[in-house]
C-alpha cells in the first residue's frame, strides 16, 4: 500500500501535506546556509569552507556508506555522479568564493534563480512542456538578476560583478541536478543518493585540505575552531539534512514544485542578512519580486 501511494504520488506530481512540510523545513534549512557560509569565511579561505563543507557532508554519511554504494549500479552510475559534482560539489565552491565579495542576503535572493534555470534546462534537454507564460516567467526572473547585479553597489555587492555570477552558475548546477534527478534517479532511495554524492564528494574534499595550509590555519588563526563549527552547522543542516530532503521532495512531486523552495528562501536569507547587519536595499526587494513573480509564472 505504502509503494503504490508512493509510485502514484510520482506519477501525478501533486504535492501532499508531507510535502508542504518538507518544503517549509528545506526553505529555513537552505536560507540559514548563507550567513554560515559568511561566518565560515571569517576564519577560513572560500576555498576551505568549501572543502571542508564536502568533507564533513561526507563523514555524516559514513554509517550509511554500505547501502549507498550497493544502490550503485552501472546505469546509475554517470547520473550519480552528475549529481554529486555538478548538483554538490561545484555550487560548494562557486557559493563560497562569491561570498567573499557579496553578502549572504543578496546571494539568497539570487539563488532564487533555481527554478528558472530548472525549467528552462528542462525545456531544453529534458522535454519539459513548452508555453509562452513560462518563457515570461524565465525573461522576468532574469531581469530581476540582472537588476540586482547591476544595481550591486545597493545591494551588497562589492567586489566585481563576476561574484554574483558565480551564484548563477551554481543555481544552473541545481537545475541540471534536479532534472537528473527526476528524469534517471526518481526511484533511488533519497539517503542513499544524497549518501552517495557526498561520500564521493567527502573523500575528494579531504585529500584537497590535505594540500592546502588548513592545519596551520586551526593552529593559529584566532576563531578557526569557532568558524569550523559554522562550516559543520552548514555540512549537517544545510547539505546533509538538506539535500535528504531536497531528493525526497523531486521524487515524491516535481522537479518545478521541488525547486519553489527558492519562493522562500531568500527571504530566509535576508531575515539572516538583516540581523547580521549586512545592507538590505530596496534592491534586494524588486529583485526578489521579479524573480519570484517569473516563478509564479512558470509554475502555471
Known amino acids: 500500500m505504502e509503494e503504490n501511494e508512493r509510485v502514484n504520488t510520482q506519477k501525478d506530481g501533486r504535492p501532499d501535506l508531507k510535502s508542504w512540510l518538507v518544503l517549509l523545513m528545506l526553505a529555513v534549512t537552505w536560507g540559514s546556509s548563507y550567513i554560515l557560509i559568511a561566518r565560515g569565511l571569517d576564519a577560513f579561505s572560500a576555498e576551505h569552507v568549501a572543502a571542508l563543507r564536502v568533507t564533513l557532508s ?3 554519511f559514513l554509517p550509511i556508506a554500505g547501502a549507498s554504494f550497493n544502490s550503485l549500479t552501472k546505469e546509475n552510475l554517470k547520473y550519480v555522479l552528475v549529481v554529486s559534482f555538478v548538483g554538490s560539489g561545484i555550487p560548494a565552491f562557486l557559493f563560497a568564493f562569491a561570498q567573499t565579495q557579496i553578502s549572504s542576503s543578496l546571494t539568497g535572493v539570487l ?32 531581469i530581476g538578476a540582472v537588476m540586482l547585479i547591476l544595481l550591486g553597489k545597493k545591494a551588497g555587492l562589492n567586489g566585481s560583478v563576476g561574484y554574483a555570477l558565480l ?25 542513499h543518493l544524497a549518501g552517495m554524492s557526498f561520500l564521493i564528494l567527502g573523500g575528494i ?16 588563526v584566532p576563531g578557526a575552531w569557532a568558524g569550523l563549527g559554522y562550516v559543520g552547522l552548514l555540512a549537517f543542516f544545510g547539505t546533509v539534512i538538506g539535500s535528504i530532503f531536497y531528493f525526497q521532495l523531486v521524487q515524491r512531486t516535481s522537479a518545478l514544485f521541488a525547486s519553489t523552495v527558492s519562493y522562500l528562501t531568500p527571504i ?5 542578512g538583516f540581523l547580521d ?23 502555471k
Open 268 to 272: 530566509v536569507a535576508i531575515f539572516w
Open 111 to 142: 539563488s532564487s534563480l533555481t527554478p528558472l534555470c530548472t525549467l528552462l534546462l528542462g525545456i531544453l534537454f529534458f522535454r519539459v512542456e513548452k508555453s509562452w507564460v513560462k518563457y515570461l516567467g524565465v525573461a522576468l526572473g532574469l
Open 277 to 299: 547587519g549586512e545592507i538590505i536595499s530596496w534592491v534586494h526587494f524588486a529583485g526578489m519580486t521579479l524573480i519570484l513573480s517569473g516563478i509564479y509564472l512558470t509554475r
Open 58 to 60: 561526507g563523514m555524516f
Open 205 to 220: 574534499g579531504f585529500v584537497f585540505l590535505l594540500f592546502t595550509n588548513f592545519i596551520s590555519v586551526m593552529q593559529e
Open 167 to 191: 551564484v548563477v552558475l551554481a543555481t544552473l548546477g541545481y537545475g541540471i541536478s534536479t532534472n537528473t534527478i527526476k528524469a534517471h534517479l526518481y526511484d533511488m532511495n533519497p539517503l
